[in-house]
């Protein structure tokens, strides 16, 4: 199934989501509308928005809330790219040349500060405090993570558990402020708010486990992005950490590591395409999207709902 | 007079707002404690913290509500300072190496969004949409006031009226939010709010235009960093403007902005030092604390209501 099918609920709503995320660059601070507009221009999958609208939709439906809230979170997910990719020195994104490549490392972090800013302000306009404070505690908890994760680079000692709470710090925990504050906002029970919550930590590490597994099975094309950026980064990801398990002596990625070198980096990345670390860790990523979807059986039986279950579907299928 | 003698109303509680601030290091994030301490460890004159519960002992002093809001604005101070000095490669504040030159930059652009999630966890603890909402707008009014700082770095054609709106966004703005943040917790009239917020964006132009005559003035001893880094930097202050005003055709400014050399940057520094053009940039300074003291005699007649009087005061006796 298409992200297009998933989305039809909400398609035209998400397209309101996008358009007023553009007119933020047509409206405000003349000296930033060429940076904000070409920020804005190369749109993702959306799915962090989507998720937003679709939990929302399960109860009580409200634009005026969930506009702005799934704004907001497509913004703080724009502002931490920024920022990422001044820190890892990326090149492109999207096959679109970064902005700290265009203007430099200082106009990326000003950049980025304004887009949290601006993510800041759409969220206080849902009025909510609960989903306002959320909205801060998970900034903290994606820049927190990021500086472990900066910290641990080229560190071999990381195994799975290291690795799933890394990520869901950098994935699963904004996926989860996407369905929360949809739910809170659409006032559900606290219990489907609950559900949505552990749908969406699941989600999120499925998501980036399927996106660690494309950084090695894709082609620099497809990414655009060079293959393998994580591993030459330095980050561990799951299809390396297997490596690593399956001999914990000697192996590519603990070579690469040893002695950054090129030869050996394209060794690892090689060792990581080995068609039966990808399935185990396809399959790993299965076990989460099963965890997520494991309560949504308790949620109203709606389009909404099923589409969920679309999307879950959806994000294990990538790349197969 | 003192800031502690100006502080009493408040001091105790302003203490409990450090001591919260440095409590953030220690209770959460064991990766980060380190960072964390040392940032907190070293603290300003808490002028922004001060100004949201003096505003706030102006009316209903309630600190369930206010010490939230005053850890808040001073830890976006915080982030913004973090941020400005990897931008700036600066090498020192307070006389205290930077976090960009301690741990790197990729550890400041980080550290600096966990101060800002930080600062937004806080003020959503004041479950005041409206001070949430300026709170964020407070942030994007810095951020790209400093995008436009930064682009028009070594760019002479900039004249007062450009100057005091880049230091309004830069310093008034985040006064503004100290001030109208405590008035409206506060519960003050419509109109009390109006009247702080007036006092609190033209103290902080004049707080700032203080700062930079001291950038000149002062030695590198008290400032913590070297004398003229503004105009080294490529920023032009009021003494420089006021330099430029005087021989617009040629002047030390103009010819160091050309050269880049270091011998003209010496001389434009001599030349901003003049007793007269010192002079001339505190008279402007007074005249902004005149601005922002003229309604002050609406707000209730109370020991608050003198404090801000005498800050105005202290702001402007800075370094005479």
């Not at 989903?131 to 994760?149: A, N, R, W």
């Not at 799933?164 to 710090?169: L, Q």
Request: hydrophobic fraction near 40%; aromatic fraction near 8%; charge should be negative.
């Amino acid at each position: 199934m298409e992200l297009k099918q998933i989305y039809a609920p909400i398609q035209n709503d998400l397209d309101k989501v996008k358009d007023t995320i553009k007119s933020i660059s047509r409206i405000e601070y003349k000296w930033l509308s060429g940076q904000l507009s070409y920020i804005v221009s190369e749109t993702g999958k959306g799915i962090r928005p989507a998720l937003t609208l679709l939990t929302g939709k399960l109860y009580h439906y409200d634009l005026n809330y969930l506009i702005p809230m799934a704004v907001s979170v497509e913004l703080m997910h724009t502002a931490t790219l920024v920022h990422d990719d001044t820190i890892d020195k990326a090149l492109t994104r999207r096959s679109q040349a970064t902005i700290n490549s265009m203007w430099g490392d200082e106009i990326a972090i000003l950049m980025g500060d304004f887009l949290f800013a601006k993510a800041g302000e759409f969220v206080a306009d849902t009025q909510t405090p609960r989903v306002i404070k959320l909205f801060s505690y998970t900034l903290g908890i994606i820049s927190s993570g990021e500086i472990g994760q900066f910290r641990g680079a080229y560190n071999i000692k990381q195994n799975r558990e290291d690795y799933f709470r890394r990520i869901y710090r950098k994935t699963g925990s904004l996926f989860s402020l996407s369905t929360q504050s949809g739910a809170i906002l659409g006032k559900a029970p606290e219990e489907s708010v609950a559900i949505t919550k552990e749908y969406a930590d699941n989600l999120g590490i499925a998501f980036q486990i399927v996106d660690d597994i494309l950084d090695f099975t894709s082609t620099e094309e497809a990414l655009g992005k060079p293959v393998g950026s994580d591993l030459i980064q330095g980050t561990l990801t799951l299809p390396a950490i297997l490596i690593i398990e399956r001999n914990p002596q000697d192996n590519p990625v603990k070579r690469f590591f040893e002695s950054r070198d090129n030869k050996d980096a394209v060794e690892a990345i090689d060792t990581a395409k080995n068609p039966e670390i990808i399935k185990e860790c396809y399959k790993i990523a299965g076990e989460y999207c099963e965890k997520a979807c494991r309560n949504l059986k308790s949620l109203p039986q709606n389009i909404s709902r099923q589409a969920l279950y679309d999307l879950a579907e959806f994000v294990i299928s990538q790349g197969t």
